[in-house]
T-cell receptor
Framework: RKEVEQDPGPFNVPEGATVAFNCTYSNSASQSFFWYRQDCRKEPKLLMSVYSSGNEDGRFTAQLNRASQYISLLIRDSKLSDSATYLCVVNGGFGNEKLTFGTGTRLTIIP | DAMVIQNPRYQVTQFGKPVTLSCSQT?????MYWYQQKSSQAPKLLFHYYDKDFNNEADTPDNFQSRRPNTSFCFLDIRSPGLGDAAMYLC????????????????FGPGTRLTVL
């Protein structure tokens, strides 16, 4: 089983729609969870951090379910500029500075 | 203002010709990381420095070496690049990753895209 698993997509979604991504992780000791956004041929950029059950920032909501080892990202009222690859990222446990990246979910917003 | 800077942004080298990629940071973070990312794949950690302590990943080839002369700078040396080493090389930093909220968030530089001819 992969340490971090994501549906690779691609997701092709009309502008204004709501889209949700799922991610599962295998290390039950993981404490920190992140969603990064990566545009084509660019570096990953932090979108959201999740340390408790969830986090909301404008149109973006992340939820964490520790019992099921599952993280989700919800994007509401999607915009053309949301087109990117979304990486689910998990740390190795308390005091472990290393992060494990999922392979990403590709999202394209269609006008 | 750029916080993690990588130079050069694009590097072309010949098969077997050594190359050095550089990374600098203005965040005064303790931890610096080097990742290799190939198309449609997740970033793959090569190694990282916690201050001066070097931590190599078990599957990182010996062809890849790193130096961190001070807090701000870190270098990736590829001693004999092969065609399979063509990739984006990403440098990242984090504060310390020692359990404090946000301390393990990693911030990436823009990357160096390496082409091997």
């Amino acid at each position: 089983r992969k340490e971090v698993e994501q549906d690779p997509g691609p997701f092709n979604v009309p502008e204004g729609a709501t889209v949700a991504f799922n991610c599962t992780y295998s290390n039950s000791a993981s404490q920190s969870f992140f969603w990064y956004r990566q545009d084509c041929r660019k570096e990953p950029k932090l979108l959201m951090s999740v340390y408790s059950s969830g986090n909301e920032d404008g149109r973006f909501t992340a939820q964490l379910n520790r019992a099921s080892q599952y993280i989700s990202l919800l994007i509401r009222d999607s915009k053309l500029s949301d087109s990117a690859t979304y990486l689910c990222v998990v740390n190795g446990g308390f005091g472990n500075e290393k992060l494990t990246f999922g392979t990403g979910t590709r999202l394209t917003i269609i006008p | 203002d750029a916080m993690v800077i990588q130079n050069p942004r694009y590097q072309v080298t010949q098969f077997g010709k050594p190359v050095t990629l550089s990374c600098s940071q203005t965040l005064n973070h303790n931890v610096m990381y080097w990742y290799q990312q190939k198309s449609s794949q997740a970033p793959k950690l090569l190694f990282h420095y916690y201050d001066k302590d070097f931590n190599n990943e078990a599957d990182t080839p010996d062809n890849f070496q790193s130096r961190r002369p001070n807090t701000s700078f870190c270098f990736l040396d590829i001693r004999s690049p092969g065609l399979g080493d063509a990739a984006m090389y990403l440098c990242a930093t984090s504060r310390d990753g020692q359990g404090n909220l946000g301390s393990d968030t990693q911030y990436f530089g823009p990357g160096t895209r390496l082409t091997v001819l």
